[in-house]
């Protein structure tokens, strides 16, 4: 079970054995700018950057990649299935899915932020 990589699909199972596929379609994209308040160049800049690119942009893009599945999801009830999986594999799954419909992202923030004094 895989998606469509090509449309910027990828499935996952949560933790309750539920099948899910995040996607960002023309109309999911429109639905995250809205919700940012920011244009895409902007969201994928984000992305690179673990300052901006925190849970609160994760969870909000995985609600965004679930529309096309869930088309009355509103974001305050997304927790319901961002729950599902752990922190890691919702960022993994939101840049597999956004790199998906653009091609464009090669690398976006860690997963896991280093430590204070670290450097990457």
Sequence with gaps: M???????????????????????S???LFRLEE?????????????RDPEK?????????FWAGLLDLYPDLELKDVGRHFSRVDPVE????????????????TEAAPAIPPEPGQTQ
Excluded: Y
């Design 53 to 61: 690119f925190g849970l609160g942009v994760i969870r909000t893009m």
């Design 2 to 24: 895989g998606g469509n990589p090509l449309k910027g699909e990828v499935s996952f199972v949560g933790s309750d054995g539920e099948s899910r596929k995040l996607s960002f």
């Design 26 to 28: 023309a109309e999911a």
């Design 90 to 105: 919702a960022c993994s799954l939101v840049v597999r899915a956004f790199n998906g419909a653009f091609g464009t992202l």
């Design 35 to 47: 919700q940012l308040g920011k244009k895409m160049g902007a969201i994928e800049a984000d992305m």
